[in-house]
């Protein structure tokens, strides 16, 4: 079995070559599933994020949804040099950002570029193909209605997992299940648009010249309205963020009351990653609109 450093050095090897020379590599963020390393080589400095346990495409995908956002927002996307698997890991090799502080308009340029993303539409709600939130597979079948497909491809998959695992019982998933005929009335009609899919502060990070940046999308064509409650649920977003992007494309009147819908999907996704912890903002909202 390969150690670390060998697998650094077979991962360069594949990416840039047999001149790449591993000069070091350390370890800056930590996960239950993932690892993210940088490494310092002849050629420069990259981004590798390792995955040992978990689907051998997920970071194909992550790699296929940063493509997709960097061909539609002027925000920057790492560029990606490589995927693949070494021994019994998968692998991501991407450039490094380095991080700095907040531009004045930070906030106001992230603003903008998520309205810029949001304003890449197509004729259905969902992607060609599936992918991952999280660790976490993330059904997108499309479909010509954004109620339909937020039920079938966003809810009931991780609300049954959640019954699976024993996370949730029998009758709080009918009674989640009883939610659906009303929220037929919701939704204001909106044309799909690219969503990043994840948005929560720890997704966006400055550059060294202190500008926004994208990581660890979980793309699709869904309602735009999905990525402004995400990044309103756990906070961490400047309220000049929010004035920026609704100078481009206003929110619908209403917005603040079905917020907690479109945040009942993130919260399966905590529930199912993470425990019970998640599940009485769920049930809060489920008794809200029963």
């Known amino acids: 079995m390969l150690d670390l450093n060998e697998i650094y050095e077979q991962v360069l090897f594949d990416s840039l070559g047999p001149l790449a020379e591993l000069k070091s590599a350390s370890l800056i963020a930590a996960g239950s599933h993932n690892q993210g390393i940088r490494l310092d080589s002849n050629e420069g400095s990259f981004f590798l994020k390792l995955n040992f346990d978990h689907e051998k495409d997920i970071l194909y995908k992550e790699a296929e949804g940063l493509d997709l956002l960097r061909k539609s927002t002027f925000i920057k996307i790492p560029n990606v040099l490589r995927c693949g698997r070494v021994g019994d890991y998968n692998y991501l090799l991407s450039e490094f950002i380095p991080s700095g502080r907040y531009q004045l308009d930070y906030w106001e340029n992230l603003g903008l570029g998520l309205a810029h993303l949001h304003l890449t539409n197509q004729k259905k709600y969902g992607l060609e193909n599936d992918n991952y939130i999280a660790s976490l597979h993330q059904k997108n079948l499309t479909s010509d209605s954004w109620l339909d497909f937020f039920i079938e491809q966003r809810l009931e ?11 949730i019982p029998l009758d709080f998933l009918k009674r989640f299940q009883e939610i659906y005929p009303k929220l037929e009335s919701v939704f204001p009609d909106e044309k799909p648009a690219l969503l990043h899919g994840d948005l929560w502060s720890g997704n966006v990070i400055a550059t060294s010249q202190g500008e926004p940046c994208l990581i660890d999308p ?3 064509f869904g309602h735009r309205e999905m990525d402004i409650a995400f990044s309103r649920l756990f906070g961490g977003f400047d309220n000049r963020f929010y004035e920026s992007y609704e100078s481009i494309l206003p929110l619908e009147p209403g917005f603040e009351s079905r917020m907690g819908i479109y945040n009942l999907y993130p919260l399966l996704v ?7 912890a998640y599940l009485p903002g769920i049930e809060k909202i489920v008794n809200r609109f029963r």
């Open 157 to 167: 998959p991780l609300l049954g997992k959640a019954y699976f695992d024993r996370l």
């Open 218 to 220: 979980a793309v699709y």
């Open 270 to 276: 905590h529930l199912n990653l993470f425990g019970v």
